[in-house]
């Protein structure tokens, strides 16, 4: 199976012509002391504190600009730590994927949790959102070992463009407030369970068909590599 440190890393998303020169930049001009393990643990602390920030919105939704300054620590802290490493040429690919993923699974049950524990989401629409997050992360991860290629998003919307998503609706949500429809069968339903329900049905849809996908193409690659050593066996076999 191909190593970690071969594989093709892919990140074609929809934000990524403003990203990838501010990363370069911020690589660039980033002070010595700044190394690529306190960026992944700003990225740690970040998830840690839009949680508080979210749990404290019961007490004033002024919090909501706490939780948006977590989303942009929390961007810098995840995007930035493997850029700096690869500008530096100290790249530890083994422990780096390992730790950043790991990272990732962290920030998203904590971001998604305190939203279901702050009052503008559904605590199981947030539980459904993390599982279906958690899904695409695992088809993810296995579609890298099989593949050699690590391909964040196939759709052009990635993490980043989630936190850009969530800064605008925190923002909109302490200016208008908690707008709420009553939906047929649903019932009371704030705007913000609404955008997560509609972020979490996306990814378990994308989650299927991506998945089916990708072990369609898989199987005629095996079916295919299965046909040409059948016929090797077969041309040894006439030789003899």
Not at 2 to 26: Q, S, T
Not at 38 to 46: E, H
Not at 65 to 86: C, E, H, K, V, Y
Not at 117 to 124: G, K, M, Q, R
């Amino acid at each position: 199976m191909p190593k970690v440190e071969k594989h093709a890393r892919e990140n074609d998303i929809l934000l990524g012509f403003i990203e990838r020169p501010a990363l370069n930049w911020l690589a660039h001009h980033m002070p010595q002391w700044v190394t690529p393990d306190i960026l992944t643990w700003l990225g740690v602390f970040a998830s840690i504190l839009i949680f508080i920030s979210y749990s404290l919105t019961h007490i004033s939704p002024a919090f909501l600009w706490l939780a948006n300054l977590g989303f942009i620590l929390n961007w810098l802290g995840d995007s930035l730590d493997g850029t700096l490493a690869r500008y530096r040429k100290i790249e530890r690919p083994r422990y780096g994927f390992l730790v950043d993923h790991w990272v990732d699974a962290i920030s998203a049950v904590l971001i998604f949790i305190g939203l279901g524990i702050s009052p503008y989401v559904d605590l199981v629409v947030a539980c459904m959102a993390v599982i279906a997050y958690l899904l695409l992360s695992i088809m993810t991860y296995l579609i890298t070992y099989v593949t050699d290629v690590f391909n964040i998003t196939n759709i052009k919307f990635g993490p980043t463009e989630i936190r850009a998503l969530a800064i605008i609706l925190n923002t909109a949500i302490f200016f208008v407030g908690n707008i709420v429809f009553d939906l047929p069968l649903l019932g009371p339903t704030s705007l913000y369970t609404l955008f997560v329900a509609i972020i979490a049905f996306a990814m378990l849809i994308y989650f299927l068909v991506n998945t089916s996908i990708e072990a369609r193409k898989l199987a005629l690659l095996d079916e295919k590599r299965l046909e040409r050593k059948q016929a090797k066996l077969k041309m040894e076999k006439n030789k003899e």
